[in-house]
């Protein structure tokens, strides 16, 4: 595991330099490179947006958070996703490329929900302020979107799952962070136990 702080991250996110995000990117796959690693992944749903910047020169493939949970999506009959997670991601098309291409559809929420949706996880959940009126919150913004027509949302930020799952969301959760590190696990296990 390896990263650079969330601070140069966010710094290369407000100035919108994708490059600068995937050199930070770069930089972490070159020393897991060094020290052994098969592959890589980015629990980070927002950074993945600098991945074309980063495939073609990076050392190892990448599992790409998007493209597993769109395939957990289909698995389990979903159609129509709701998006959360910081502004920069649900107004990027790294769910949307995705999840068209797999047939599904997508919902983003507002303007005003998405900008309140990335205070709270940049202000409170990034800090460890977790409040019921966030909560409350989630549950407004998913609700409208259960009826906009979406039968799951995909929680699009390592934050998120603190606050809310399925025991709490109108509609059935789809855990990036979470689904991400069992498809890394499947793959670690299924590389070890290939024959050499």
Known sequence: ?????????????NRGDWQGVSE?????AD???KIGADFLICPDNTIHQALAYVEPRSPLPWLHI???????AVER???????????????????????TARGLEYFRPNTAEREEINRIIMDELVGGVFKPE???????AIG?????????????????PLIMNDSNSPLPTLDSTRLLARAALRRAVQRAAAPL
Request: proline fraction near 3%; aromatic fraction near 10%; charged fraction near 20%.
């Open 1 to 13: 595991m390896h990263t650079p702080s969330l601070a140069e991250y966010v710094q290369c996110i």
């Open 24 to 28: 930070l990117m770069l930089f972490s």
């Open 31 to 33: 020393k897991l490179a």
């Open 66 to 72: 998007a493209e597993v949970v769109t395939a957990q």
């Open 77 to 99: 009959g979903f159609l129509r996703l709701g998006l959360t997670g910081t502004r920069w991601l649900v107004e990027s098309e790294v769910y949307p490329e995705k999840i």
């Open 134 to 140: 966030a909560v409350a919150y989630f549950q407004r």
């Open 144 to 160: 409208r979107m259960k009826n906009e027509g979406c039968d799951a949302v995909v929680l699009g930020c390592t934050e998120i």
